[in-house]
């Protein structure tokens, strides 16, 4: 009998819903808050990499123990709680730009309060979902769920700009405030039970439970190729992150509507791929999969550091890896978070959910973005661009020589939720 459409499964649509405004107003926040710094607060370079390092720091201090939480407690509630509360601290930006009190501080601790409550959050969802729609359908639900991402890509810069515009951009953040509430909302709406968590025999302290997660990812034939893989693409890819639009605008002289241009196509590409990535992965299997769309991103990407030429035929340069290659990456995420679920056991999904992003995002990142700043200095911005594009398509040999290639489904590759021993 075939299995009904998870468009059709009413607690997964409210998922899906709150998600989708939920990432929207993250969109909004995250073209708004740097300007509140710079056009309201004054805020100079200093200023602007502090809010990046608040953000980093917190996943580096809170990410481990956030994954060993969600672990013990159910997921549900920990998601509600981190959306509610990143709510009310998303407020006090606008409520402190009214009453004339907002200064610089005030950002510091709203970002990294909501980044230790993200990290909780991104612990939690990905461990949740396999629990409120069955592990063999998470591929269709992250595919899915992917689409809200791409969605609010391609309309959040555009949307984000009109508030500022019209609203200043304190009370722009007031849309991800309320967007987080309707997270919020969504989540307390889902009636599908979720399961107890396995109940504790023995005592064990938190630190017991971190080191059990860091030892399972440092173990495992396949968690580790990958967590090294993120490592390097992260420090690799904040090169990306912090020179990019710089790129854009001072080497290849792109106007703000090219600009626009190119990085939109990001977003309608990912959402192609979103579309069809429960089918490229059912074709090819879920290692594949993978591998394949990594290499075919990494291909069109070289495009990035080669543009030059007339400015119309610099931007086709650019476009092209935005709207090929995003996609083609959005499928690689799918099918990455995907293994990831069928892979590791509920009892300690959360802690290598935790792992891998504290070392890809509290570690990886702002190490590569600071190495960035200090190699564009030398080497220019365009040898930036080549390095992280280079450091990316290195990394894919991490992939290609782990048994990836080897796992088209799950059940290829026991699940675990101790460490595989060779």
């Excluded at 930006?93 to 230790?116: D, G, H, K, S, W």
């Excluded at 849309?175 to 064990?204: G, N």
């Excluded at 070392?359 to 190495?371: C, K």
Aim: some cysteine.
């Amino acid at each position: 009998m075939a299995t009904q459409s998870l468009w059709r499964h009413p607690d997964f649509l409210k998922l899906w819903v709150g998600q989708t405004v939920s990432q929207l107003g993250s969109v909004v926040t995250r073209t708004a808050v740097p300007l509140v710094a710079l056009l309201v607060l004054g805020a100079g370079p200093t200023e602007m990499a502090l809010l990046v390092v608040a953000a980093s720091l917190a996943v580096l201090l809170v990410g481990l123990v956030a994954g060993a939480w969600v672990d013990r407690l159910r997921r549900r509630p920990l998601l509600i709680w981190a959306d509610a509360l990143r709510a009310i601290l998303l407020l006090s930006i606008p409520a402190a730009y009214a009453t004339n009190v907002l200064r610089m501080e005030q950002l510091y601790v709203v970002m990294f309060l909501t980044a230790c409550l993200g990290s909780v959050f991104d612990a939690a969802y990905p461990a949740y979902i396999p629990s409120l729609i069955g592990v063999d359908r998470v591929v269709d639900g992250n595919s899915k769920l992917a689409t809200s991402d791409s969605i609010a890509e391609i309309g959040g810069p555009s949307f984000a700009g009109t508030l500022v515009q019209i609203a200043s951009a304190p009370f722009a953040i007031l849309v991800d405030a309320i967007s987080f509430a309707a997270s919020a909302v969504s989540l307390w709406l889902i009636r599908t039970p979720e399961p107890p968590r396995p109940p504790r025999t023995e005592t064990t302290r938190i630190h017991t439970e971190i080191l059990e997660g860091l030892r399972l990812v440092r173990e495992h034939r396949v968690l580790l190729p990958m967590a090294a893989r993120s490592i390097i693409a992260h420090v690799a890819g904040s090169f990306y992150g912090v020179l990019y639009t710089i790129y854009l605008v001072q080497e290849l002289h792109l106007t703000p509507f090219l600009l626009g241009v190119v990085i939109s196509a990001g977003g309608a590409g990912a959402l192609v791929g979103s579309l069809f990535a429960s089918r490229v992965i059912g074709r090819f299997g879920l290692g594949p999969a993978l591998i394949w769309t990594a290499i075919g991103a990494s291909i069109v990407g070289i495009l990035t550091p080669l543009a030059q030429g007339p400015m119309l035929v610099a931007a086709a340069m650019v476009f092209i890896p935005q709207l090929v290659g995003d996609g083609l990456q959005t499928i690689e995420g799918v099918a990455e978070t995907s293994l990831i679920q069928g892979l590791v056991s509920d009892r300690v999904l959360g802690r290598v959910n935790a792992t891998l992003e504290t070392f890809s995002h509290g570690i990886a990142y702002p190490i590569g973005a600071l190495a960035a700043a200090a190699l564009a200095g030398v080497i220019g911005v365009r040898g930036g661009i080549a390095i992280g594009w280079a450091g990316m398509a290195t990394s894919l040999l991490l992939l290609v020589l782990s048994p990836l290639p080897r796992i088209r489904r799950t059940s290829d590759y026991a699940k675990v939720d101790e460490p595989t021993k060779g």
